[in-house]
């Protein structure tokens, strides 16, 4: 059995980007103890991802070499590793496979780290992140980049049986279907009064969105945020009456993890999101995102419908095909068309 130590990225985009790279050495080594180490913050990241590692956290302030030194010495596990693999590429990532006493150490033929490796790999650095992960991995195993795609396998689950209702994420009436929304540029939402005593105007954003969720009738609406936000619940309280709207505030990302296995489509503005959502196979709507670079893009099959505005205008464009719209109602229409509701 082959131990093996995996240095992993440092944010939340490329511990996605990271996914293919996971499902190929879990492919490769179905019998081996395969080691993580993960900032403490992006830990929760690995949760769209089912698989069995050893998961080992460190803290910023740790990322030095004395820092990392101490930390590998207090892992008693993480020691006398067959395979270090280092997906970061600095001199601080690049000394752990010296310290965890790796028999193989790989990593990119580029900059100083590149001496502390005993197996140095080229790679072109202008393909995107997910390739170059697994790349890394399937040049130093002489395969070559065939056709991979990836995804989370559907759940079949009954609504109300199962962990969103035992455990009170939802309420039962939500279980039959809904959207679920993840709009980080919702999150800053203030409900400051002007100096008169009258609120304020709704800011573009949030014009945006209060049109959109109000084109719909009968619609179910989870809006999913990580942190605590009442600014975003007085929102959607003054939305009309039409649809149902649910704000579930989450503690962690298994219960992010839930609502997407239930959810009948997802709604967002991140491209991160995006991502999740596609990787759980779940109809995507990316609207009014700021950067449209997908993680996991190239090895994902589908692709979300993207809605960009230009001032009245609003351009859809799935894969090469693209439509423009001459008003939200229009763009809610094409969600009804796509969803067949």
């Not at 679920?180 to 203030?190: A, E, N, P, V």
């Not at 002007?194 to 969105?209: A, V």
């Not at 959810?263 to 596609?278: E, N, P, R």
Request: glycine share 4%; charged share 25%.
């Amino acid at each position: 059995m082959k131990k093996i130590t995996v240095f992993l990225p440092q944010n939340k985009e490329q511990i996605l980007s990271c996914y293919p790279f996971l499902q190929e050495i879990t492919n490769l080594y179905p019998d081996g103890e395969i080691h993580l180490l993960i900032l403490e913050e992006l830990k929760k990241y690995l949760l769209f991802f089912e698989k069995n590692f050893f998961i080992h956290t460190y803290n910023l302030e740790d990322y030095n070499v004395a820092g990392l030194y101490k930390y590998i010495y207090n892992l008693k596990r993480v020691n006398n590793i067959d395979i270090y693999i280092d997906l970061v590429g600095t001199l601080a990532s690049a000394t752990i496979g010296i310290f965890v006493k790796a028999n193989q150490r790989i990593g990119l033929d580029k900059g100083m780290a590149r001496f502390l490796y005993n197996q140095r790999i080229q790679i072109s650095t202008h393909m995107s992140s997910e390739r170059i992960y697994l790349n890394l991995l399937r040049k130093w195993n002489n395969k070559s980049d065939e056709n991979f795609f990836i995804s989370r396998e559907c759940k079949d689950v009954n609504p109300f049986e199962g962990p969103l209702v035992q455990n009170r994420l939802i309420s039962q009436e939500f279980t039959k279907g809904y959207f679920l929304c993840l709009i980080d540029s919702l999150g800053d939402i203030k409900s400051e009064l002007y100096q008169d005593g009258n609120e304020r105007e709704d800011t573009t954003e949030e014009h945006f969105w209060r049109s959109f969720f109000e084109s719909f009738t009968d619609q179910r609406f989870v809006v999913f945020s990580e942190k605590i936000d009442d600014e975003l619940s007085d929102f959607l309280k003054s939305l009309n009456s039409r649809n149902d709207y649910f704000h579930q505030r989450g503690h962690n990302l298994e219960d992010l993890s839930a609502l997407l296995d239930y959810s009948s489509a997802v709604l967002t503005d991140s491209s991160f999101y995006s991502s999740v959502g596609i990787y759980f196979q779940k109809p995507v709507f990316l609207l009014r995102a700021k950067n449209l670079e997908l993680p996991l893009s190239y090895y994902i099959k589908n692709r979300p419908f993207v809605v960009k505005v230009d001032g009245e205008r609003y351009e859809v464009t799935l894969g090469k095909t693209k439509r423009s719209l001459s008003s939200i109602n229009q763009v809610v229409d094409l969600v009804h068309e796509v969803l067949k509701i």
